[in-house]
């Protein structure tokens, strides 16, 4: 990178100012100077991003292409200064102009490319992977308007576009050089050559153009730029000027509009036929641009040829989504390449491996076979093949087990099963935990860990200290730097010298200070965004995640109900209860119904609860509107709690409780996902931990032998609280409003069982694990002390660790010789 110098930085804002917005710098928006200086970063880093890809190809690296319908990539401005270490610099520099950083950062809306843990875990890696010095594309979609922006409106969710390309994004680079065709629909025609070989090609399909937009990941004190290529499509023939002529308005633009609802939105809605499609079609449309030209530039870059490929590329899948990749890449071998079969399958083998992220029945990717075959014909005789090999395969090793070609097939009952398609093509499955990897080996996935033992192992999740310390908490990370260095931007390992510091008082008090000054920086965000006044001395107890049922944000509201019942209820409890602020924010699916009346039901026991001033502040509850990347940076920095509730053996990992753990809150959870591992480094006493274990609640889903209506007959305060979900106490104009969550606790729908998720059985010992905080907490030298020590033990759940355990057992990736240089 170029080497800063402070009066020719400042001049380049003002002649970019000039040069974008046609006007100078002091009487510029606060907009157009997030512009210019955006510009003015990225040219400061542009030769290292050339220099890197000069790299890839001059030393014949492998490379990365990590595959991924999400990257919550969050703010790049703030993220990309603290990388090349300019932060303060800049900060100094535009102060000079009378500018202030902070107020400019805020002008950049976070990249609507990404929705939970999926993408953020995916934006993790990528910086990781520049900052070790990897050669790695991100590879996914140009949403132009994100999953969706999320407003409160009378305590009900409600879905706006999220526009966040309204004033263009000045980091990413269009490169129309690299488009390519992505075909749908049409027919399959079949020709068979002199030497008896069946040659296949698409015939009256419809298609779009895959243009690539580059965007920089710039690795932190490594001289590596590597890329995240979001593809956006467009029409082929924009315009049909002869369908116009003739009136035919919708098809005169009928190119542009398939192009258009492509890119358009992250996961829509698909309770329906054309949801479905469309969410096929995505999937589809940036894995078939990717493997094409990550196919020519190998080519391009090794004589014509394809030959060697399995060795110098890797793709790997980010959950189901990027599955049909396998398919994919076989077609373009075969059909594209003049592969014959065995040939294509034995660089496809080699190339591909799959991460699952869950066991919840809906994200292992089911398609309708009549849908697929209609929409991807080639696609699906691909996979069709697969299956008839695969299917002779269990019955060579399995003779006579029908039962098991029945459960390991890929084509079953009407449907493609496509994390058995990712399975069988892939040399690589891991899970993501080392609870959730178990699962998948004992229950899951048995009969193909069974088959294929050597391919299954697990890589627990990390997060970047870059983002979530150092730039989301810069008074703590100057406070930990101040005491061990900054060895641990790279190495969070080195977090593990804070440990001398636990027995020391002066610390500790400056530990809790600035947890203070973190919580009083989100209570004025709090005042400002839902005018309510919380009060920083309370303890910040906090659940921020995608909202879904097995995370249970429902049992989290209800024991505040339950907690507001004995407040008015019991003086001794009140007096002996520290005031607590309860802290939601979550996005639910837009058609996930149960999900968005449980976000209803927080915001009317909120409103209930806030204005009630006869408890004196014991309790406030704060739902935060649009939870994302920027936002949550304050929220981790504040919490003194980390509520990490879900359902024992449903959350394959779960990230959050990381960055929780990393700025200094305990969990309060169950022994679920990288829970385990996180009480592994502190001690039980250092958590609080409650509920049925993994293996109970496998166990209880087996038997089917829960029944939640007994501890609602049994247990006084749970029914009071049931209760007052259909008597009005929340909705008194619509007392049954909320009916449909008392149904679900209380009465199997369907296939469901009553509480599938074990609210009701988890809700006392749950309770008991809220008062131990209550207690413990009034300790405030040995809450400090608890607090201090989750930074101190935080080194393994960084995802630099996770990147080098994925190069060392899986990837197999050469490090760049010009990041190795500048170490």
């Known amino acids: 990178m170029q080497k800063f110098e402070k009066e020719v930085f400042k001049n380049d804002i003002r002649e970019n100012v000039k040069l974008l917005f046609r006007t100078k710098i002091e009487h510029a928006t606060k907009q157009q100077i997030f512009q210019a200086l955006a510009y003015t970063v990225k040219d400061s880093i542009i030769d290292d991003w050339i220099d890197t890809h000069r790299a890839y190809e001059e030393q014949d690296v492998k490379i990365l292409y990590y595959m991924s319908m999400e990257f919550l990539m969050g703010r790049a401005l703030g993220n990309m200064l603290l990388n090349i270490s300019e932060d303060q610099n800049v900060r100094e520099a535009l102060s000079e102009l009378g500018i202030d950083l902070n107020e400019i950062e805020d002008q950049e809306p976070d990249a609507a490319l990404g929705n939970g843990g999926l993408g953020r875990l995916a934006a993790c890696f990528l910086d990781s992977l520049a900052t070790m010095g990897y050669g790695a594309y991100g590879c996914g979609i140009r949403y132009k308007y994100g999953m969706f922006a999320q407003r409160i409106r009378d305590g009900y969710q409600v879905e706006v576009p999220d526009n966040w390309l309204k004033n263009g994004n000045p980091f990413e680079i269009r490169r129309p050089e690299y488009a390519c065709e992505v075909k749908f629909g049409g027919y399959v025609s079949v020709e068979t050559d002199d030497n008896g070989r069946e040659h296949f090609d698409l015939k009256n399909y419809g298609s779009v153009l895959a243009v690539p937009y580059d965007l920089p990941i710039v690795g932190y004190g490594s001289g590596v730029v590597n890329t995240l290529r979001i593809w956006d499509a467009e029409p082929i023939n924009t315009f049909n000027l002869d369908s116009f002529d003739r009136g035919d308005y919708a098809k005169a633009i009928e190119q542009e ?44 870059s090794h004589g014509g040829k394809l030959k060697g490929l399995e060795n110098k590329v890797v793709f790997q899948m980010n959950d189901t989504h990027p599955s049909m990749a396998v398919a994919e890449l076989m077609r373009l071998l075969m ?38 075959r209609n929409l991807l014909p080639r696609i699906y005789t691909i996979i069709e093949e697969i299956n008839r090999r695969f299917v002779l395969e269990i019955e060579k090793k399995y003779p006579g087990d029908f039962g098991k070609v029945s459960r390991m ?54 997060i970047t200290q870059r983002r979530f310390l ?36 002066k610390s500790l008090r400056e530990f809790v200070n600035i947890k203070y000054q973190n919580k009083v920086r989100l209570a004025k965000y709090i005042k400002e965004h839902n005018d309510i006044d919380v009060d920083p001395f309370s303890i910040f107890d906090v659940q921020v995640k995608r909202l879904h049922e097995y995370k249970r944000q429902l049992m989290n509201i209800l024991h505040v109900m339950y907690l507001y019942n004995e407040i008015r209820s019991d003086a001794e409890f009140a007096r002996n209860f520290y005031p ?51 936002n ?27 960055k929780f753990m990393l700025n200094g809150a305990p969990t309060l959870g169950t022994m679920d996902g990288a829970n385990i591992e996180i009480v592994e480094k502190v001690g039980q006493e250092n958590a609080f931990i409650f509920g049925l274990s993994s293996d109970e609640v496998i166990e209880h889903e087996k038997k089917r032998d829960y029944r939640p209506e007994e501890i609602f007959a049994s247990n006084g305060e749970i029914r009071d609280v049931l209760m007052q ?59 400090a002390k608890m607090a201090l020590l989750q930074t101190a033990r935080c080194g393994k759940f960084s995802s ?18 010009l990041a190795s240089e500048k170490e």
């Open 580 to 630: 607590r602020t309860f802290i939601f924010g979550a996005k639910a699916a837009a058609g996930y119904a149960r999900a968005k009346l449980t976000i209803k039901l927080i915001n009317s026991v909120a409103d209930v609860i806030n204005q009630d001033q006869s408890i004196h502040g014991k309790l406030k509850v704060v739902f935060i509107e649009d939870y994302k990347v920027s």
């Open 725 to 783: 979900l259909i008597n009005g106490t929340y909705s008194p104009k619509n007392p049954d409003l909320f009916r449909p969550l008392y149904n679900s606790l209380l009465m199997q729908e369907g296939n469901d069982p009553a509480d599938r998720y074990f609210i009701l059985k988890d809700f006392m010992p749950y309770h008991e694990a809220h008062m131990k905080v209550n207690e413990a907490y009034k300790d405030q030298k040995k809450w």
């Open 470 to 505: 150092g730039h989301g908490n810069p008074l703590l990370a100057s406070w930990v730097t101040e005491r061990i260095g900054d060895g641990w931007m790279k190495d969070l390992t080195e977090m593990a010298g804070l440990e001398r510091y636990l027995d020391d008082e």
């Open 257 to 300: 509009n398939l192009a258009k609802n492509i890119v358009e939105v992250l996961y829509p809605n698909d309770n329906h036929y054309a949801g479905k499609e469309l969410r096929l079609k995505q999937q589809y449309f940036f894995i078939s641009a990717t493997l094409q030209t990550a196919l020519k530039k190998y080519a391009e």
């Open 632 to 658: 949550a940076e304050l929220i981790f920095a504040a919490a003194d709690v980390s509520e990490q509730i879900s359902t024992a053996s449903k959350e394959a990992s779960g990230t959050s409780n990381m």
């Open 335 to 372: 059909d594209e390449h003049d592969y014959e079969w065995d040939e294509a399958w034995a660089v496809v083998t080699k190339c591909c491996a799959y991460t699952n992220h869950t066991i919840m029945a809906e994200a292992l990717e089911k398609w309708p076979v009549d849908l697929f």
């Open 800 to 817: 630099d660790r996770t990147i080098s355990e994925y190069v060392k057992e899986i990837w197999h990736l050469d490090k760049l010789k």
């Open 409 to 462: 097939e890929i084509l079953h009952d009407g449907q493609i099963r496509m994390a058995y398609l990712a399975i069988v093509s892939s040399f690589s499955v891991n899970g993501v935990a080392a609870i959730h990897t178990e699962i998948l080996k004992k229950q899951e996935l048995k009969d193909f860990y069974e088959m294929w033992p050597e391919r299954f192992r697990n890589v627990t999740n990390g």
